[in-house]
C-alpha cells in the first residue's frame, strides 16, 4: 500500500458491504464491524476521502444504502472520521433478470435516507449536492457479453431502464459494459445519454475511449492500468483528458500491481493514481486533485 498524506483521493467505485468481505472456509475472516473500521483506517491513512459503495443488485444497493447511514449515524465507527461515503443503487447485468423493479423499494428508501425526494427541490441545507446526501448514482449497470449470466435481451431491457432512472433522478450513471461495447452505445443513443454518466473499470482501448468521450461521459481507471498486458487500457488514460477522468478500485476486484494476488481495498487508490500519472506525464498530486474534483461533480456531491 502507498499514499502520501498530503494529498487527498476518491474511489469512485468500491464495493466494501458484508457481501463482497474476503472469506476463507469458514466464512469471513473477521467480523463486519472490525473489517469495516481496518479498511475505513488505512483508507484514511492513504489519503483516501471520500468513497462511493456501489450496489450491483437489490441486496447489495439496501447494503450499500445502510452503510452510508451506519457512518453518519452520532457515534459512528471511529474509523470513519476523515473518511466520507456515499452509495449507488443498481442491478449489474449477471443479475439482469431480477429485473430492474426489484430496486425501486431500496431506491425508496434511499431517498429518504438521503432526506429529501431525489431530483427534487430539497429545501435549505438538503439539496442534491448536500453532502449529507445518501444515494448519488444508479449502477453499476449495463451489459456483459463476455460471462452472459443473463440473456442479451434481459440485460438490454434492464440497461435501458436504469439509464431511465438516473435521468428521471438527475443522478448520475454508473455503466459496466465487457465485451459489449456497440450495444452499450446503442442502448445509450436510444434513450438518452444522462449528462452525468461514468465508465467504470474502463477496459477499452483508444477507439472506445474516444466514443465515450465524444458521448460525454467520463472513464474511470481501475488496478487493471497497472497490468503487464493493459497496453490498450493506458493508451486510453493517455488520450483521456485529466478533467474526464476518473479513478477506482473496484474493491475487492483487480487489485493493482504489486498486490495481485490479495483482495483490493479503496487504500490502494493512489497506486492506480500514480499509474495514471506516470502515464500522463502528470504529478500525483495533480491526479489526486483533478480526479477528486471530477468525481465531485460526476456524483453532485
Not at 457515534?75 to 447485468?93: R, S
Not at 442534491?128 to 438490454?156: F, K, M, T, W
Request: proline content about 5%.
Amino acid at each position: 500500500m502507498t499514499g502520501d498524506g498530503a494529498l487527498e483521493w476518491f474511489d469512485s467505485h468500491c464495493h466494501i458491504q458484508d457481501e463482497f468481505a474476503p472469506e476463507s472456509g469458514d466464512g469471513p475472516v473477521v467480523a463486519h464491524a472490525d473489517r469495516l473500521a481496518a479498511t475505513l483506517a488505512r483508507a484514511a491513512t492513504s489519503g483516501v476521502t471520500r468513497l462511493v459503495c456501489v450496489g450491483t443488485g437489490a441486496a447489495t444497493s439496501a447494503a450499500a444504502v445502510e452503510l452510508v447511514r451506519s457512518l453518519r449515524r452520532p457515534g459512528g465507527p471511529a474509523a470513519a472520521e476523515g473518511v466520507d461515503l456515499w452509495a449507488t443503487v443498481g442491478l449489474h447485468p449477471h443479475d439482469a433478470t431480477d429485473g430492474v423493479a426489484s430496486l425501486d423499494a431500496v431506491l425508496a428508501d434511499a431517498v429518504s435516507a438521503s432526506g429529501a425526494g431525489v431530483g427534487d427541490d430539497a429545501g435549505p441545507g438538503r439539496d442534491r449536492g448536500d453532502h449529507r446526501n445518501v444515494v448519488v448514482g444508479i449502477g453499476e449497470c449495463g451489459l456483459d457479453y463476455y460471462y452472459e449470466h443473463s440473456p442479451r435481451d434481459a440485460q438490454r431491457e434492464a440497461f435501458a431502464l436504469q439509464i431511465e432512472l438516473a435521468r428521471r433522478h438527475d443522478l448520475a450513471l454508473v455503466v459496466h459494459t465487457r465485451d459489449a461495447w456497440d450495444d452499450t452505445f446503442d442502448v445509450l443513443a436510444a434513450v438518452g445519454v444522462p449528462e452525468r454518466t461514468i465508465i467504470h473499470c474502463f477496459t477499452g482501448g483508444p477507439d472506445e475511449a474516444r466514443r465515450c468521450l465524444d458521448l460525454g461521459a467520463l472513464l474511470s481507471f481501475s488496478g487493471v492500468v497497472t497490468f503487464k498486458n493493459a497496453d490498450d487500457v493506458r493508451e486510453a488514460a493517455r488520450l483521456c483528458p485529466i478533467d474526464r477522468m476518473l479513478v477506482e478500485t473496484d474493491s475487492p476486484f483487480l487489485t493493482p500491481v504489486p498486490h495481485r494476488g490479495s483482495p483490493n481495498e479503496p487504500a490502494r487508490v493512489p497506486l492506480v493514481g500514480a499509474a495514471i500519472a506516470q502515464v500522463k506525464g502528470l504529478t500525483t498530486s495533480e491526479v489526486a486533485t483533478m480526479t477528486t474534483a471530477n468525481a465531485r461533480v460526476a456524483f453532485g456531491i
